[in-house]
């Protein structure tokens, strides 16, 4: 990457939070018409939050897989297993807000009090710690993207990276128990 990116890794960060967040506040507020992506068949539709389940699942271990590598010295395992965690993260989004553009939400099918007292605030904080783990996820990659290995040791990149790290555990796991409360509990 060029000088320039790697003295301006904040404001790369934040310029690359702020274009995805609005690209999913955008989708979750309608901003984004339906008519401007193809429509899958209802097959495809039904199946997708079902892959996104997979896909999250997978990108717990990958991110697991990741942490362990570099606890062990394996830097070169680690850079793979974290940029697999964020293209799994990448496919996860894409497929959830295409979902979500052409279908719009699910609605919860269980009894109101569990909506109200646990299927809400379990969504809350799975949202609330999926947009935390955006600029901690960004800052994280683009210190690797822009210095070589040996650089790192001189950054914030294991703290960021540990933070994104546990945030996107959390929120991934969150996400499954959404899927596990809307598909399967009731």
């Known amino acids: 990457m060029s000088e320039w990116a790697r003295e301006n890794v904040p404001l790369l960060t934040a310029l690359l939070s702020v274009v995805a967040l609005a690209l999913v506040f955008g989708a979750v507020g309608g901003a984004i018409p339906s008519g401007v992506l193809p429509r899958a068949s209802d097959a495809v539709l039904g199946a997708l939050p079902h892959l996104n389940a997979a896909i999250s699942a997978t990108a717990i271990a990958t991110i697991l897989l990741g942490w362990r590598a570099i606890s062990r010295g394996n830097v070169a395992r680690h850079r793979g297993f974290m940029l697999s965690s964020f293209g799994l993260f990448v496919a996860f989004l894409l497929s959830y807000l295409y979902r979500l553009i052409l279908v719009g939400t699910v609605e919860f099918p269980g009894p109101e009090t569990v909506y109200t007292y646990v299927y809400l605030p ?65």
């Open 122 to 186: 379990f969504l809350a904080v799975h949202i609330l710690l999926a947009i935390a783990c955006v600029p901690f996820v960004f800052y994280a990659l683009l210190l690797a993207a822009t210095r070589p290995y040996e650089d790192l040791y001189h950054t914030r990149h294991a703290q960021v990276g540990a933070v994104a790290a546990v945030l996107w555990l959390i929120s991934f796991t969150m996400g499954i128990g959404v899927y596990v409360m809307l598909y399967h509990a009731f």
